[in-house]
């Protein structure tokens, strides 16, 4: 099961980078795993530095994004976003603008989800986007269980400030895992 998850979100990352127009170095990267990876000579300086980011793990805006997501403190999370951002959780259909949104997007989530947890699985960048393949886990308020799903957010970055996050996951697996009906609403 765990190998069949690794492969489903390493096709919907790849998926929703190619919608996302990001390519290259990831694909590049992606058929030679046990080689160095380092673009042709002929690569445009972004697929290189998308390249390098991949080799040298992953781009530092991911790594700050966890952990912003994994503290107690919403405007850590903010402090990533430019003033005038969105983060969109498509899953759930909501979306909230400026650092003060996010904070409170964070707050709240933090409020519903028990031991809410973000993990990055991988990341990659090019040409101001990043890509992150991530799992969300955590115990929704009320639930009977916990849950742990699979999940992909594509950053747009002005600088090094993001300004839109899209979050996508499968909001029916949540439910299920959780132990709860998947017409539950959330208020």
Known sequence: MKIIRHSLVTAITAAVAGVAGITGAAAYNSQQPDQARTPTRS???????????????????????????????????????????????????????????????????????????????SAFADDGQVAISWTFSGHLAGAPKPFSVPAVAILKMRGNKIVTNDDYYNRADVLSQSGLPADTVFN
Do not use: C, M
């Not at 991949?54 to 994004?65: D, E, F, L, R, V």
């Not at 912003?68 to 403190?73: G, Q």
């Not at 003033?83 to 650092?99: E, I, V």
């Not at 964070?106 to 519903?112: E, G, I, L, M, S």
């Open 43 to 121: 690569a445009s300086a972004s697929v290189e530095k998308a390249g390098r980011h991949w080799q040298h793990g992953k781009p530092a805006i991911a790594n700050a994004w966890e952990k912003a997501w994994n503290s107690e403190d919403p405007k850590r999370l903010a402090a990533l976003f430019t003033s005038d951002a969105r983060y969109s959780d498509h899953a759930l259909g909501q979306t909230f603008r400026g650092r003060d949104g996010v904070a409170q997007w964070a707050t709240v989530t933090k409020q519903f989800v028990n031991n809410a947890n973000v993990q990055v699985n």
